[in-house]
């Protein structure tokens, strides 16, 4: 199977860092989600169509774990490679791997559910499957196309 995986990129700026001009966990994880929005585009789905159109009305993170492992600082160029790592019903795992330069600055895994509105379930919303054709852009088999 190939998995579809892509790179974004992020400098560093003096709004990102601490005191000490390290990069701020909260921003990192902010960066995160930037990457995995970047992923869904690379294959045509754009949140804010897909979420006005309830298709589905979000991927609320269920849970999440970060390693830091390099530190960020101000003015490095960071990458971070996206993947969905996999589809379990109506939960998909997403990891990605960020670098500073050659070196592994963090990992993160998220758990996300697929959610859409429904009025008569008690918090407004249901998790339902990840549809087949949206795990098709991320998971294929070898040798075909997209």
């Known amino acids: 199977m190939k998995i579809h995986r892509t790179v974004y990129k992020h400098r560093v700026t003096f709004s990102d860092c601490d005191p000490a001009h ?21 294959v045509g789905l754009k949140w804010e169509v897909m979420f006005a159109r309830n298709e589905p009305q979000g991927m609320p993170l ?13 003015g490095d160029l960071i ?27 963090a990992t993160c895994r998220e758990h996300r559910a ?8 008690p918090r407004g919303i249901k998790a339902v499957p990840v ?15 997209r």
């Open 79 to 105: 990458s971070i490679e996206t993947w969905i790592d996999a589809f379990e019903g109506r939960k998909f795992t997403v990891k990605h791997e960020m670098r500073n330069g050659d070196n592994l600055a």
């Open 22 to 42: 390290m990069a701020y966990y909260p921003r990192i994880l902010e960066w995160f989600d930037h990457s995995t929005d970047h992923l869904f585009r690379s």
């Open 62 to 74: 269920l849970d999440i774990s970060v390693q830091f492992k390099f530190p960020c600082r101000f």
């Open 114 to 121: 697929w959610v859409l509105l429904d009025p008569g379930s």
């Open 131 to 145: 549809p087949e054709h949206v795990q098709k852009l991320f998971h294929r088999e070898a040798g075909t196309e």
